[in-house]
């Protein structure tokens, strides 16, 4: 099945897979700290005492959460000019990306510090915290604690998701399979040399939620 | 140092806190007595606003708890509470949980606050427990931990919501000497509990409330030997039958 399989390609064009790996990379980066940034911001509006406040994040989730990322990309990509506003493409790809797991990033929070218990936000309120700092010092670090599995599954998402900005002609991983289709005509090296790219992310990704949720585990010491 | 006058709470219908007036003096030691549901978590619960009161006055150590327009952070870090769930925060060490407060609330620095959490915990037996996480103590030890994340504050009122009633019998002493020891060095002090040779023993009165009022103060001799009241008296037979 192999002895069709030109490896020779592949090595030709690493260079452009090493530069779209790393686009990939920094994209991803890039929008998962904005999305997870989002999702903090929004769950404390969730969460607060003013309705106001309350609505808006609530829209904000249940919009994004109920439509197509692609249609929410496209919405930045064509909607956006047409309403006068220009951006480049890699920032528009990386708002809608920053976005799209923020509203996701909000609810995985919430379920974070909705699992902590009430009378530890009632001791810090009896100790004349304020509401910041008790969501910096009490429910925070927990509820990031109790989350980076279903965080780090979502940022999975995130990093596949970001194929699709490959619909924008953002050079990344995705697009370097497509380039390299589309030049030599060979979709099975093109793509799984993609493939294997995005497997490397994943595994870092791993990599890196084992090692944080030990440390979390240790100092909670359960 | 805290001064309830006419002071009224509802829970839609139901009247928590009926017509309550009561003078604690600096340095006396309240202990708060009732059966479930007569409104005795609330009574303490209102002093640092964890619940507000709808009418009547409210004064703590010179501040008004009534008026809305009361800065609470200040009055807060003045009054230390205990919980009957302990309450700590699992992340941090029993040292980070008695300092995070001073640090944040009181603006020590870190130097003083440690030093003073430090203090504290020795102060309660856990000299040798400074680096534990909760999950590694045992209730009596947590509640130690939770008086002395009071008392770093510094403050001037200490209360107690049923501080002994989730722990096993064998470690409800090392709690209640703790608390004996504060009310002999003058703290002034409100506890809701049930434990009696606590309250003859060191109380100044001995409240107790049903329905949401109080229903008799008296010193806890008095009270205990000769209540004034056939709801006290019921009470006091029901504690004394368990
Ligand atoms: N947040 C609340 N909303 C509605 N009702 C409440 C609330 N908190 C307490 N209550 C009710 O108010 C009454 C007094 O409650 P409180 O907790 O002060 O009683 P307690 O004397 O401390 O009782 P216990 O000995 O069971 O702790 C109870 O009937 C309780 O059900
Ligand atoms: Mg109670």
Redesign the pocket.
């Known amino acids: 099945m192999l002895e069709g399989f030109n490896f020779r390609i592949i090595w030709e064009y690493m260079p452009l897979y090493m530069q779209c790996f790393a686009a990939t990379l920094w994209l991803s980066g890039l929008s998962l700290f904005g999305a997870v940034v989002v999702g903090i911001i929004a769950c404390a509006m969730r969460l607060s005492q003013s309705r106001i406040l309350r609505s808006i994040a609530g829209v904000y989730i249940e919009t994004i959460r109920s439509t197509p990322l692609l249609a929410q990309l496209y919405f930045f990509y064509f909607g956006l000019p047409s309403m006068g506003i220009m951006l480049p493409e890699w920032l528009t790809g990386v708002i809608a990306l920053t976005l799209n797991s923020g509203a996701y990033y909000a609810e995985i929070i919430r379920a974070g510090i909705q699992a902590i218990d009430f009378g530890q936000i009632e001791a810090g309120i009896a100790s004349g915290l304020s509401y910041i700092q008790r969501m910096r010092f009490i429910i925070l670090p927990q509820a990031l604690g109790n989350t980076i599995r279903p965080m780090l599954g979502q940022a999975i998402i995130l990093v596949k998701d970001s194929s699709l900005l490959s619909l924008i002609s953002i050079m990344e991983l995705t697009r370097a399979g497509q380039v390299l289709t589309s030049e030599r005509f060979t979709p099975a090296e093109g793509f799984l040399t993609t493939a294997a790219f995005y497997l490397i992310i994943y595994y870092m990704l791993k990599a890196f939620s084992g090692w944080s949720e030990k440390r979390l585990i240790f100092r909670e010491a359960h | 140092m805290i001064s309830y006058k006419n002071v009224n709470k509802w829970?839609?219908e139901?009247h928590?806190l009926n017509s309550i007036n009561l003078e604690v003096e600096k340095g006396e030691v309240i202990v708060v007595c009732?059966?479930?549901?007569?409104?005795?978590?609330?009574?303490i619960?209102c002093i640092n606003r964890l619940?507000p009161i709808q009418e009547g006055e409210l004064v703590v150590d010179g501040m008004a708890v009534h008026d809305k327009k009361t800065n609470m952070t200040k009055i807060r870090a003045e009054i230390g509470f205990v919980f009957?769930s302990f309450n700590l925060y699992p992340h941090m060490t029993a040292l980070e949980n008695t300092t995070i407060a001073p640090l944040k609330v009181r603006g020590f620095n870190k130097a003083e606050a440690e030093k003073l959490g430090r203090e504290m915990l020795t102060r309660v037996g856990l000299a040798d427990r400074i680096d534990h996480y909760p999950a590694q103590l045992s209730g009596g030890q947590q509640q130690r931990v939770a008086i002395a994340r009071g008392l770093t504050m510094k403050p001037k009122i200490m209360l107690f919501?049923?501080p002994t009633s989730a722990l096993d019998p064998e470690m409800i002493h090392e709690v209640l000497d703790v608390m004996r020891d504060l009310a002999k060095e003058g703290m002034t002090m409100m506890a809701?509990t049930h434990e009696m040779g606590f309250a003859r023993e060191v109380a100044s009165r001995v409240v107790f409330?049903d329905e949401?009022k109080i229903i008799e103060i008296a010193p806890p001799n008095d009270f205990f030997t000769n209540p004034q009241t056939d709801r006290g008296k019921y009470f006091l037979q029901s504690i004394l039958t368990h």
């Not at chain 2, 549901?37 to 609330?42: C, F, H, I, L, R």
């Open positions: 829970y839609g139901l928590v009732g059966p479930s549901g007569s409104g005795k978590s609330t009574l619960r619940e009957q919501d049923e809701v409330m949401g």
